[in-house]
């Protein structure tokens, strides 16, 4: 089974502070994927990597960015958190390009 | 720009019941995917639909892709309270790479 783990399910930090969330997969998988979700706005995506050190902006990157350094490994760092990035963010991995997505649990951040 | 739309958004139904959720998308595309979604937990896959025509079964729900109407029904057969959650339909546009599209989700409430 294809496992997909963040590495936190809740997390509550200060306006101004840099945040990271992980993500990390263990099936070997090409391409991974940030979204949020937000009530009545669905799922979103904020940046996706189709290799390691590769990256390509999705619909709302602004105030993201992302590392994948090692192939099981994506990183979404907000360099300085506001109020409106308050949200649950999910992970994703597919094996290769137009290929089923599986989802981490999730990371539901409050920023205050 | 792909926009992928379902309705109802929000659907009160009774155990034993049957009833239909619709996704439209606005582009070309042979790849649609459904998730479901408890309260609080992440997206789990239900169906992979690859080709115009694709119709696949599990339990109570069926899921069929017409891609010439640009078209997807998630079919709920006799419900039961366990499949209260929400439904997303996602599409996978022919020229968006490894980019799901997202629906807005459907919140299927099934009452005894």
């Known amino acids: 089974d294809v496992k997909v783990t963040q590495s936190s399910r809740y997390l509550v930090k200060r306006t101004g502070e840099k945040v990271f969330l992980e993500c990390v997969q263990d099936?070997?998988?090409?391409?991974m994927f940030w979204y949020r979700q937000d009530p009545g706005l669905g799922l979103r995506l904020i940046y996706f990597?189709?290799?390691?050190?590769?990256?390509e902006k999705g619909d709302i990157p602004e105030g993201y960015s992302v590392s994948r350094e090692k192939k099981e490994r994506f990183s979404l760092i907000l360099e300085s958190a506001s109020t409106n990035q308050t949200s649950m963010y999910l992970c994703a991995s597919s094996l290769l390009a137009r290929t089923e997505q599986y989802f981490g649990p999730g990371t539901r951040l409050t920023v205050t | 720009e792909l926009k992928v739309e379902q309705n109802p958004l929000f659907l009160s139904m009774q155990e034993g019941k049957n009833y239909t959720i619709y996704c439209n998308y606005s582009t070309t595309s042979d790849r649609l995917y459904w998730y479901r979604q408890d309260p609080g937990k992440s997206l789990e896959s239900l169906f992979v639909?690859?080709?115009?025509?694709a119709v696949k079964q599990e339990g109570r729900l069926m899921a069929s892709l017409d891609t010439k109407a640009r078209l997807s029904t998630l079919h709920i057969t006799a419900a039961v309270h366990d499949l209260s959650a929400t439904y997303f339909c996602a599409v996978d546009g022919e020229t968006s790479g490894s980019r799901l599209t997202f629906g807005e989700g459907t919140q299927l409430t099934v009452n005894p």
């Open positions: 099936m070997d998988h090409e391409n």
């Open positions: 639909l690859l080709s115009n025509g």
């Open positions: 990597s189709y290799d390691v050190k590769m990256k």
